[in-house]
């Protein structure tokens, strides 16, 4: 049989070979230009999941794998086992990438959850090492917010966590002002998120900047998504602000308003003029 | 098989190649496969996994919906892949040792219709076990979009509900309306009927079926390693090294190309333009490979 057909065969895989790899790079250059597959098998996966698992991950069951592994996670964090629980986010993430709710919940179980746990650790006497501790889990939610952004760097979520986790947690204002910026430039940002860039500046005193940034918001467009924008929180912003900052009145945004307890409540409508009273002439 | 598609053809001189005996060849392969118990199992088995998709309702919708996707996704996958891998393996073997394949090539009928008609009846019985797995994975995907909406309204109406709510339902949707999931289910559709064409192959020289599911799966198995086989054979120094891998990257299809199911999730966009040029790829290497088995199956001694 072979010998009949052989030199077909040979014939038809000599000239299919270099048309093949030229195609498949070619589905790999369009794939890589809409981000797609770059969750390929690697080594370092196969060092983090058992044989079993690798098989089920090389026939197609990546996602399954993936999603019971998350599992098992989170029956770690129920149990209160963090540091069964790291090494299984750490698997998840190399299996599937591109998930955001796993960057997402992880940094936020590591930086929010198990580091508050952290910090009132009964069976850990010694405050500095809980704080030693807590510090620890912090760190490793912003470590795991970075390697998501280096993964996904197209995505807003990311860098607003990760200004989030920054500001609220590390009280580092500056970065978290610079990761606010980068997740509002994207346009499918909700409004929140560049809100919140003048509200960081604010916190880490940065008043000047912070104004510059409402302002920008206030005459920035009010048409479209931005109808639904809290134009009245950032009013009271800017009122509070231009009182702080002791902006001249000429070159405020509400010149014409009275400025005693702006900072508790909205600022009242201008006064009517007041009509002389009436006095009864007897 | 019905033989009046088949007779008139003996009355003519120099028989010309017939699309309808090759359809006669297909709707009775797919009558033949279909009878075949396994099918069902496989099917079951497809179903159940479907239904698996309830476990991961204690976590946020974003993540009971992946896994729903995960789950059907990965069954049509597999489900596809292991009817045409098993499917195919055991046709040609079955037709030699019930001895019907001598009544078929004694008529007047090519070797090769009979080959195209095994391939298309083994695609067009995958097209609808596709078509019945993508409706249920459909169903069980709007019943859980209607429950998750259901849950964030919470009572109120739509027209009701707070800015926050129409975020998530419509995050809801985006999951369960992607038109990228159609895309990835037709690119498995590609790649199941690419399995069928490489089995049948396989199976023109192989002695046994069991030999052609083994070798299969093994190319099914090693087909993700691919990509890498592909890149490390560009760097690889040694000569013997480079022929091996070459050999592999030549021989394998990059079936993960084919296999979107992860940057769906993941929320990516396909463009129409990579599953054109995906389909492309694969119909060329489904008609190379027939080609390949048609070569060897006209010089087999039967």
Redesign the interface.
Same mark, same amino acid.
């Given at each position: 049989m072979w010998s009949r057909c052989w030199w077909k065969v040979l014939l038809v895989v000599l000239i299919f070979s270099p048309v093949k790899v030229l195609w498949e790079g070619d589905i790999h250059k369009l794939a890589r230009a809409s981000g797609l597959f770059s969750a390929g098998f690697n080594m370092d996966m196969r060092g983090k999941i058992t044989q079993d698992l690798a098989v089920a991950v090389l026939g197609g069951f990546r996602g399954i794998v993936t999603d019971f592994i998350w599992l098992a996670a989170h029956s770690n964090w129920e149990k209160r086992e963090w540091f069964r629980m790291k090494p299984k986010l750490d698997t998840v993430v190399l299996l599937q990438p591109h998930f955001l709710d796993y960057w997402d919940i992880g940094a936020w179980h590591m930086a929010w959850n198990i580091s508050y746990d952290a910090s009132v650790n009964t069976a850990e006497p010694r405050e500095a090492f809980r704080l030693k501790e807590q510090r620890y889990w912090i760190d490793e939610g912003e470590k795991f917010l970075r390697e998501a952004i280096a993964n996904n760097p197209d995505s807003w979520q990311l860098y607003f966590k990760l200004g989030w986790l920054l500001e609220e947690k590390k009280q580092d204002y500056k970065q978290a002002v610079e990761y606010f910026t980068k997740a509002a430039e994207f346009k499918e940002a909700p409004l929140y998120v560049r809100r919140q860039v003048p509200h960081a500046l604010r916190k880490g005193r940065m008043n000047k900047e912070a104004l510059a940034q409402w302002r920008k918001i206030w005459n920035g467009p009010r048409d479209g998504e931005y109808v639904h924008e809290l134009w009245d929180v950032v009013e009271q912003e800017m009122r509070k602000l231009e009182v702080e900052l002791k902006v001249p009145y000429s070159e405020r945004a509400f010149p014409k308003n009275t400025y005693t307890n702006v900072l508790t409540s909205p600022v009242p409508e201008p006064a009517a003029k007041s009509k002389p009273k009436k006095t009864d002439k007897k | 098989m019905s033989l009046e598609a088949v007779q008139p053809m003996q009355e003519q001189d120099s028989l010309s190649f017939s699309p309808a005996r090759v359809w006669v060849i297909a709707t009775n392969t797919m009558t033949e496969v279909i009878r075949q118990k396994v099918l069902y199992v496989f099917i079951l088995f497809g179903l159940a996994l479907c239904g698996a998709s309830s &476990?991961?309702t204690q976590?946020?919708f974003?993540?009971e919906l /992946?896994?729903i #996707?995960?789950?059907c %996704? $990965?069954a049509i /996958? %597999?489900l596809t $892949?292991l009817i045409a891998v098993v499917g195919t393996a055991m046709l040609l073997p079955s037709e030699i040792e019930n001895r019907t394949i001598y009544t078929i090539l004694t008529k007047p009928v090519y070797r090769i219709e009979f080959l195209l008609g095994k391939v298309a009846g083994m695609s067009l019985l995958l097209f609808f076990v596709t078509i019945v797995m993508s409706v249920l994975f459909g169903a069980v995907l709007l019943l859980d979009e209607k429950a998750l909406v259901s849950h964030a309204l919470q009572g109120t109406s739509l027209l009701q509900a707070s800015?926050p709510v129409k975020?998530t339902i419509n995050a809801i949707y985006a999951q369960t309306r992607n038109p990228n999931l159609i895309k990835a289910i037709f690119l498995l559709y590609a790649q199941a009927v690419l399995l069928v064409s490489m089995t049948m192959m396989v199976s023109t &020289?192989a002695t046994s079926s069991l030999f052609s599911i083994i070798i299969m799966l093994v190319i +099914?198995?090693?087909a993700? %390693?691919a990509?890498?086989a592909?890149e490390v054979w560009k760097s690889q120094p040694s000569i013997l090294g480079r022929v091996g891998l070459m050999f592999i990257? &030549?021989c394998i299809?990059?079936l993960?190309?084919m296999?979107?199911?992860?940057?769906v999730?993941?929320? /990516?966009?396909?463009?129409m333009?990579?599953v054109l040029?995906?389909t492309?790829?694969a119909a060329? +290497?489904t008609l190379?490979v027939f $080609? %390949?088995g048609a070569? #060897?199956f006209?010089? /087999?001694?039967l």
């Open positions: - | &476990f991961f976590f946020s974003n993540e /992946k896994s #996707i995960d789950t %996704l $990965a /996958k %597999l $892949a800015d975020q &020289f +099914y198995m090693c993700p %390693l990509t890498i592909n990257s &030549f299809p990059d993960s190309s296999t979107l199911v992860d940057d999730v993941a929320g /990516k966009h396909v463009l333009s990579y040029s995906t492309g790829y060329l +290497y190379v $080609a %390949l070569f #060897i006209q010089e /087999k001694e």
